[in-house]
């Protein structure tokens, strides 16, 4: 039997956090993005788009990197729940990189999108 953590259920003023490890969303679709905060604002909820504007708007060549917004998110106490903006492109590759022992010791929701 598998046993883990569950994370606790979103309340209002809670924040979430959007990351798009495969790509900057925020440059190839900020229109959705944008709509999709605001909704979430709208329900009383607080959002953090977090990602390295200094990478490609493509698909990153580094697992490193891309694992890296994963890891802030899990790192951030005030983030509650994580949202995967994007398909997974290639999501598998990140497994030999993440740090499983801070996603363990920082309980949160995970959202994934596609093969995430």
């Known amino acids: 039997m598998v046993s883990g953590t569950i994370p606790l259920a979103l309340r209002r003023g809670d924040t979430i956090a959007f990351i798009s490890p495969p790509a900057r969303l925020n440059h190839v679709f900020p229109a ?3 709509r999709a905060k605001s909704h979430l604002e709208r329900l ?3 959002v953090k ?3 390295n504007d200094s990478e490609p708007v493509t698909f990153r060549d580094s697992n490193l990197q891309r694992c890296e917004e994963i890891h802030t998110a899990f790192a951030d106490q005030s983030i509650k729940a994580i949202i995967c ?3 997974g492109s290639h999501a598998n590759e990140l497994l030999p990189h993440l740090d499983y022992g801070l996603i363990k010791a920082n309980p949160k929701i995970f959202c994934g ?3 995430n």
């Open 85 to 87: 903006t994007v398909g």
């Open 44 to 46: 009383g909820y607080r």
């Open 113 to 115: 999108y596609s093969d």
């Open 32 to 34: 959705p993005l944008e």
């Open 49 to 51: 788009v977090i990602s």
